[in-house]
């Protein structure tokens, strides 16, 4: 499900873990509707450590995912699809247990602050 919050339309979900666990991903969608381009500075996960942009390829037929620095460019106009086998927000260093959602904080390069709730699955 996604959300309109001041012009950029999003919506996430995080991969349920098991307690052991430390490490999830979250995937979804997020446009950027408004006029000018935008810049993804930091991303933050209630409960954990880390958020990493990662994308996913394939190296001699195995799978394998890389991080990419921020900012993450936004154009305006533009849609980026996080998704399986592409790319995907890294939640590092689970802190405490998850629930049912999970607030995700974008900064944006401008001091801008979006929030979402993703929904765990
Ligand atoms: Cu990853």
Do not use: C
């Amino acid at each position: 499900m996604q959300k309109e919050e001041s012009g950029i339309l999003a919506g996430f979900w995080v991969r349920k873990i098991p307690e052991s666990a430390t490490v999830t991903a979250g995937y979804g969608k997020i446009t950027n509707l408004r006029d000018s381009d935008i810049g993804i500075k930091e991303i933050r996960a209630e409960g954990f450590d880390t958020v990493e942009w990662h994308t996913s390829f394939l190296e001699d037929g195995i799978a394998r995912m890389r991080k990419v620095d921020f900012p993450i460019p936004l154009p305006s106009g533009k849609e980026i699809l996080l998704d399986k086998g592409g790319s995907h927000l890294m939640l590092i260093g689970k802190k405490k247990e998850i629930s049912e959602t999970l607030r995700i904080q974008f900064a944006l390069s401008n001091g801008e602050t979006l929030v979402w709730d993703a929904v765990v699955k």
